[in-house]
């Protein structure tokens, strides 16, 4: 079996590693949106930490997609001059990164991660089929403007109970026109958000897809009707295909996971199989709970590709440093407290936990 530290190539993109930086919701942008100072250097210090494959947090393709006040945008073409700065610091010498930009649009409040977000004012479920069609054209169009900025793939958010994610939940998709019923018609709009973006970027530009294997809440959908939901997203063009989990109380939900993994760590590993079935020798991450590499090279064993962290890196951005050096301790600091979480959406992205400095 491979090792975590060997490369691997999805489509046309060779990774150094296996290790991949899970988005997660920075909150640095200005309030209109455009990258900072403090965004460009939080990415220069990921690119120089040694992971393989950096995915930025949620950019929003609309602005009335946006969930946090500080959240990256991409709806306009202003916004490319400001990506290209991230992805130039991504590509700095020596660092060998490679990096993609995770398309998001939040749909109805009060799901993911959206603690403290304003009310978005949308409806899943009253949205016209022009509204429908505009917010699949603005995927489209925001994968390409990552394209222009220099980037090297593209990331979908599908998961956590965002607008895709409640397109494809029972939960929230009350639907009875050909956006909602049934399986086929809850995953319509996902397949038409991956066509918008293929008939931006082209068939050879890599396309990441963050989606969950289940959605932890009764009435809910679960790991057999999502493993069938990827392999019909990798047909339509999907390359890799990350794992992920829940729709709603992410942070309860998580405490629970975590204390159900106990030393095997990943949250989500029952969907291994199941997916891996499903896409066939498509690329398969998955995400939660990951923190040794004993763990790692477990789940490379029993299929995974790429190995998800998203909150470890934010107290050690310099994790893929540390855990593959045989002097360092080889598993990451973080205890999965969820601080780091509840601050999101009003301040900036900091390990509560472990940086004690005071915000600005």
């Known amino acids: ?16 590693n296996r290790l991949l930086r899970s988005a997660t919701m920075e909150n640095m942008a200005d309030d209109q949106g455009f990258v900072t100072d403090a965004l460009v250097n939080l990415y220069h210090d990921l690119a120089i930490g040694g992971t393989g494959l950096i995915i930025t947090g949620a950019s929003a393709v609309q602005q009335k997609g946006r969930v946090w006040s500080h959240q990256t945008a991409l709806w306009d073409d202003r916004y ?8 130039k610091v991504v590509h700095q010498p020596g660092s060998n990164c490679k990096c993609a930009v995770q398309l998001h649009h939040g749909g ?7 603690y403290g977000s304003e009310d978005s004012g949308y409806s899943l479920n009253d949205a016209s089929e022009s509204e429908i069609g505009k917010t699949i054209d603005a995927f489209g169009k925001a994968a390409l403007r990552v394209k222009k900025a220099g ?3 593209i990331s979908v958010h599908a998961a956590h109970g965002y607008l895709i994610s409640q397109f494809l939940s029972p939960l929230t998709n009350n ?21 918008s973006i293929r008939n931006k970027v082209g068939k050879d530009f890599p396309l990441f897809w963050k989606m969950n294997c289940a959605d ?24 890799l295909i990350e794992v992920s989990g829940g729709v709603k109380e992410q942070i309860k939900l ?9 030393k095997k760590e990943a949250y989500f590993r029952d969907a291994i199989q199941p997916f891996r079935e499903a896409i066939g020798n498509k690329a398969l991450a998955i995400t939660g709970g990951i923190r040794s590499l004993n763990v790692m090279q477990d789940l490379m064993d029993e299929g995974v590709d790429m190995l ?53």
């Open 308 to 360: 998800g962290i998203c909150r470890p890196f934010i107290s050690e951005p310099d994790l893929p440093n540390k855990i593959f050096d045989p002097a360092e301790k080889n598993t990451a600091k973080c205890i999965s407290c969820n601080k780091c979480l509840l601050r999101i959406a009003a301040q900036p992205l900091k390990c509560v936990e472990f940086d004690k400095t005071d915000d600005d």
């Open 151 to 153: 980037f090297d793939a």
């Open 108 to 114: 109805m409040t009060g799901f993911g991660y959206s």
């Open 216 to 239: 932890f809440c009764n009435g809910g959908s679960e790991i057999a009707e999502y493993a069938q939901i990827a392999k019909k997203l990798v047909q339509a063009g999907v390359d």
């Open 80 to 87: 490319i001059k400001g990506l290209a700065k991230l992805a």
């Open 254 to 262: 998580r405490s629970k996971l975590k204390k159900e993994a106990g």
């Open 1 to 16: 079996m491979p090792k975590v530290d060997t490369p691997y190539t999805i489509q046309n993109l060779t990774l150094k």
């Open 175 to 195: 639907r009875s026109d050909k956006w909602g019923g049934d399986p086929a018609k809850r995953m319509r709009f996902a397949l038409e958000v991956c066509r």
